[in-house]
């Protein structure tokens, strides 16, 4: 075990405030992964999450001495800056355009199917097929839902977040986060019946 | 409460944040309702898909390219912060170096310069009267004026 993989997040930040490396790479080996999910859930794009993951961590570096464990968990506070890093990333006109031409709709199926070929569980045909099309609708119906609306679906169906801790990442009321969710869910169910 | 309403507290039943007490409302209300009993089972479905899609894993190689990234900024503010020294050192030699230098081209040292009593021979040189002050020529002005 490497020395501070017992630390809470708040101690290992407190210690990379102090200018520990190895402390803030402790951070980047426990987050990277629900970063760039999240990252991956808003943009859509392999490569602008790589990027988010990246640009998110150095943010967090540089502006280390300002998180305050009293106001938020670190968890909350790197999601916050994650998903402003994912808003910019997909906001941006080129970025957008290179997303629509990069992954054309079979190379997504293909991504499926590398998933579904590295599952230990042996499947017949016919099911990964169904399960290929279910993932591959579900994911492309998200896609279309407005950034607020996926986000929080997100971070509730794939995270897991309570409605508390996705207010304060969205600087919202949780009142507006379960009616985004509620609202995510009906347009979600309308188009998949379609 | 119409469906509506209910199909709400199903979103929120469905999230595990439903209170208790709406939570025994809504059961009571999905007893006696096809329509909303089926938006429940769809959307408990629904969210079982979407916690199932399965999300691309990061590369290893993409944290450790961060954990780098992370170190060369390090690096770079240190060498900044090195290099603010390393350039105001020189600088300050260098200003003394001119002085000493424009010092000597006037054919007088830092020090003569600085204690040298030029200032009080200009002074000289522009008062025309160094015996009366204003005030006296004013006094004297006066005196004149009364006698008469």
């Known amino acids: ?194 | 409460m119409e469906c509506h309403g209910y199909q709400r507290l199903i979103s929120r039943l469905v999230d595990g944040e439903l209170e208790a007490s709406l939570a025994h409302e809504l059961n009571d209300h999905l007893a006696g309702c096809p329509a909303c009993g089926q938006i429940y089972q769809r959307m408990l479905e629904l969210n079982r898909g979407l916690g199932s899609v399965p999300s691309p894993a990061l590369k290893p190689a993409l944290a450790e390219r961060v954990k780098e990234r992370i170190a060369d900024r390090r690096r770079a503010i240190e060498e900044k912060e090195g290099m603010r020294l390393w350039v105001r050192v020189p600088l300050m030699a260098m200003v003394a170096f001119l002085a000493l230098g424009l010092g000597e081209l006037a054919g007088k040292s830092i020090h003569e310069i600085i204690a040298s009593d030029r200032g009080e021979e200009a002074l000289e040189a522009i008062s025309p009267d160094q015996t009366e002050s204003f005030a006296d020529v004013l006094i004297h002005l006066g005196s004149q004026e009364n006698s008469r």
């Open chain 1, 1 to 194: 075990m490497r020395p501070g993989e017992r630390l809470t997040d708040e101690e290992l930040a407190s210690a990379a405030t102090e200018g520990s490396e190895a402390h803030f790479n402790l951070l980047v080996d426990r987050h990277a992964q629900l970063v760039y999910r999240l990252a991956l859930g808003i943009t859509g794009s392999t490569q602008d999450a790589e990027d988010v993951v990246q640009e998110t961590f150095l943010r967090v570096l540089q502006n280390l001495d300002r998180f305050s464990p009293a106001k938020a968990s670190f968890r909350t506070w790197l999601l916050t800056i994650a998903r402003n890093q994912s808003i910019n990333a997909y906001s941006s006109l080129k970025r957008r355009a290179s997303r629509f031409f990069s992954r054309s709709r079979s190379e997504e199926q293909d991504h499926y199917a590398d998933d579904n070929s590295s599952d230990p569980v042996q499947q017949d045909a016919e099911t990964m097929l169904l399960q290929k099309q279910e993932y591959f609708l579900v994911e492309q119906a998200s896609k279309d839902l407005p950034e607020r609306q996926r986000t929080s679906l997100h971070l509730k169906a794939v995270e897991n977040l309570r409605y508390a801790e996705i207010a304060q990442i969205m600087n919202t009321s949780e009142s507006s986060v379960e009616s985004l969710i509620f609202r995510a869910r009906q347009t979600l169910l309308e188009k998949l019946r379609e």
